[in-house]
Structure formats: structure tokens, C-alpha cells
């Protein structure tokens, strides 16, 4: 019979395996391909790590991803350092990353696209985003190496053909693993600050590692965020960063940089010259038109002189006002007719004219017209209205009225 004392475990087994394993490899470099590549949510990174003889489960915390200077993808080989793990849950070891490092220029040329790709399709390079640069730029950041030939390049360039521009320089690392924490900063300072009309972002020339700082995500972001008008001038003419395809305009050089940014004193000086040029050839065309205007003016003014216009108002004058008399007589003709008219249809109504043919008005001595003689008492005084005069009359007897 087998002893109980022989029996392990599996959470045992799982630890004894765990302590020998993690206790062996604290610290290693594994090179391999990467495969089943997931960004979690949580900000932590699963993946496999595999060669054409084994494979691997591995996890890079998010601790650790952040600091990461390029973006893993499926198929890129990886230099990965990290401690071996044991995961007890399933019983699978695993490989604990701290550190990626692209294996070679294939895995970086490949970063690059997967990363132009992703940026592209966000819009970062679209030309509708792009600012317009400034005419004539009075304060230029500089955002490079102190030491590097670059910055030499840009100011001599600068000083010898655009003395007015102020250039203010923000020394930053340009290599290496913490450049681009240091160019995002350097970026965010210098458009914040409010002072400059443009900013030129550059080093000379290198190899893909060494341009690599321009090449990430964070650096993208910074630049295309930039409310400061941005020209992106890294490394030789053939190299092309993620950095120049954000920018506003890429230079194929620190020195192309120089000379796009602000026009030289010749530049402005032919400009003036040639806006002068156009002054007076506007100036002489306005006065050509003015000249011709007069001369319209002098044609027309000898055709009517003064002498002739007032005559010819003096004419009109006359003519309205003998126009203005007739209307007034034919209107007063008119106005008279009517008022003849009218005073024969009164004087047909007037008692006065009945009293011109020869009848007499009867009345009382009160003013009252007698229509007939009962409104009369026997000897009772009356009046006779006459043509000519009034009669006092006695009524003395009645008469009956004679009816024909």
C-alpha cells in the first residue's frame, strides 16, 4: 500500500514547480514572434510569444506598457525582458514582461505602418486639419537638441535670411527611450505659453531607431493637438516620421525648415517693391478716369454755359407762368358761369321779383304774411309790400275771390 506521505497535492505540486521556476529566472531576454496580441481594457496586454519550437503565454501590465515606445502587433518579433511566472489558478507559467524592444528593422518598419495606418484612419494626417502657417512670423520655437547640428542649421539659417524673427529654443531629447515624454512636454509648454506664431519640431538625420521618438503615438497626438502652427523637420530628405505627417507642413530638413517658416529680407523687400509698383499703376489709372471725368465735364459744361442755362430757365419760367394765368382765368371763367347760374335760379326763387311784376305782399303789422282776409278784423290795419315801397291799408270789407 502507497503511504499517504508519497501523495502531493496539485496546489502543492503547482507551488514546489512554481518556487524552482520563478527562483531560476528571475530575470531574463526572450526573443520571439507576436501572436493572439490583446490590449485589454483594463490597460493590461496578453499575448503569446512563440518561435518555430515552442510557444508561450505572456502579460505586460499596464504599470509597464505605458512606457512603451512603439505599438505591438501580431507578427512583429520582440526582444521581451521580463521574470517567469506561474499562474497557480491553471497550473500554466507565463512570461511577466517589463520591457519590449522591437528584434531588428523589419519589426519597426512594421510598427511604423501598423501605427500610420491606425493614425490615418483617425484623421491625424487629413488635410483638413491642417493650420495655415503665418506670413510673416515674428517669435519661432525651436523644439530640438541644444547640442545637435540641427538647431545650429535653423538659426544660422534664420539669422542670415530673417533677422526680425525671435527664436526661442526648448532643448529636448530627441533619442531614446524618454524623448518623447520630453518632446510631448516640450510641445505642450511652447503652445501653451502663448508667444509664439509658429513652432519647428526637428533633428538631423539617423537611423529608424534613433528617429524613433518622432514615430510614437503620444508624440502624434501632442503635435496634431497643437493650436500653434507646427512644421515637422526630422532627419535627412528620405526620411518620413509619423510626426512629419501630422505637422502642418513637413521639411525634408532642419535647414529646408529655416527657410519655410518666414521669407527672407530680399523676399519682402522684392514684395514691397512690387506692391508699390501696383500702388501706382492704381494710382495712375484713378487719375486717368478722374482726368477723363473732367474732360466730360468741361464738354458738357462749354455746350451749357452759365449765360445760356439761365436764359433757358428764365424762358421756362415765363412759359409756367403764363400757363399758371390761363388755368387761373379758365378757373375763375368756370367758377363765374357757375355763380351766375346760380344767382338766376335765386332770383327766380326771390320774393322780390314776384313783387317787380306787379303783386303786392299783404301783412300784418306784426310782420306776419296774410294769406287770407279772415285772418283780418273789420278795420283792422294792414301793410302792402310792394315793388317800391310799403302801403298802410284798413281792411273795410270782405270780398269773395274771384275764381276763373
Not at 519590449?100 to 519597426?108: N, S, V
Not at 514615430?215 to 507646427?230: L, M, R
Not at 436764359?311 to 351766375?340: A, C, D, P, W, Y
Request: aromatic fraction near 6%.
Amino acid at each position: 500500500m502507497i503511504s499517504n506521505k508519497n501523495f502531493l497535492s496539485v496546489g502543492e505540486l503547482t507551488r514546489q514547480v512554481k518556487e524552482i521556476l520563478e527562483g531560476s529566472f528571475s530575470q531574463l531576454w526572450v526573443e520571439g514572434e507576436i501572436s493572439n496580441f490583446i490590449h485589454h481594457s483594463s490597460g493590461h496586454m496578453y499575448f503569446t510569444l512563440k518561435d518555430n519550437e515552442a510557444e508561450i503565454r505572456c502579460v505586460m501590465f499596464k504599470g509597464n506598457n505605458q512606457y512603451l515606445h512603439f505599438k505591438p502587433e501580431n507578427g512583429m518579433k520582440i526582444l521581451l525582458n521580463g521574470r517567469i511566472s506561474v499562474y497557480a489558478p491553471r497550473g500554466q507559467y507565463q512570461l511577466v514582461a517589463t520591457r519590449l524592444e522591437p528584434a531588428g528593422l523589419g519589426t519597426l518598419f512594421l510598427a511604423f505602418e501598423a501605427l500610420k495606418k491606425e493614425l490615418s484612419a483617425a484623421g491625424l494626417f487629413s488635410d483638413e486639419f491642417k493650420k495655415q502657417l503665418p506670413k510673416i512670423p515674428q517669435t519661432i520655437g525651436l523644439i530640438t537638441s541644444k547640442t545637435g547640428a540641427a538647431v545650429q542649421d535653423m538659426i544660422n539659417v534664420l539669422g542670415r535670411r530673417a533677422p526680425y524673427v525671435n527664436l526661442i529654443l526648448r532643448p529636448t531629447l530627441v533619442q531614446g527611450d524618454t524623448a518623447a515624454a520630453d518632446i510631448v512636454n516640450a510641445i505642450q509648454e511652447m503652445d501653451t505659453s502663448g508667444e509664439l506664431d509658429l513652432i519647428i519640431i526637428g533633428r538631423g538625420g539617423g537611423s529608424l531607431e534613433d528617429l524613433w521618438p518622432f514615430n510614437e503615438e503620444k508624440v502624434a497626438y501632442a503635435i496634431f493637438n497643437c493650436q500653434t502652427p507646427t512644421i515637422s523637420a526630422v532627419g535627412h530628405e528620405t526620411d518620413i516620421t509619423i510626426a512629419d505627417l501630422v505637422a502642418d507642413l513637413r521639411a525634408p530638413t532642419p535647414s529646408a525648415a529655416a527657410e519655410l517658416a518666414a521669407p527672407s529680407i530680399e523676399e519682402l523687400t522684392q514684395a514691397l517693391i512690387a506692391i508699390d509698383e501696383k500702388i501706382a499703376i492704381l494710382l495712375e489709372h484713378k487719375l486717368e478716369y478722374y482726368w477723363q471725368n473732367m474732360d466730360h465735364i468741361q464738354d458738357r459744361f462749354s455746350l451749357h454755359r452759365p449765360d445760356t442755362l439761365i436764359k433757358g430757365m428764365k424762358n421756362l419760367n415765363t412759359h409756367l407762368s403764363v400757363m399758371m394765368k390761363q388755368s387761373i382765368l379758365m378757373k375763375l371763367q368756370l367758377r363765374f358761369g357757375q355763380l351766375e347760374k346760380l344767382q338766376a335760379e335765386l332770383s327766380v326763387l326771390n320774393p322780390k321779383s314776384i313783387l317787380d311784376r306787379g303783386y303786392a305782399i299783404a301783412t300784418t303789422e306784426s310782420g306776419q304774411i296774410i294769406h287770407s282776409p279772415d285772418e283780418l278784423k273789420m278795420g283792422e290795419m294792414f301793410n302792402l309790400q310792394l315793388a317800391k315801397g310799403i302801403l298802410a291799408a284798413r281792411k273795410e270789407k270782405n270780398t269773395k275771390t274771384n275764381k276763373k
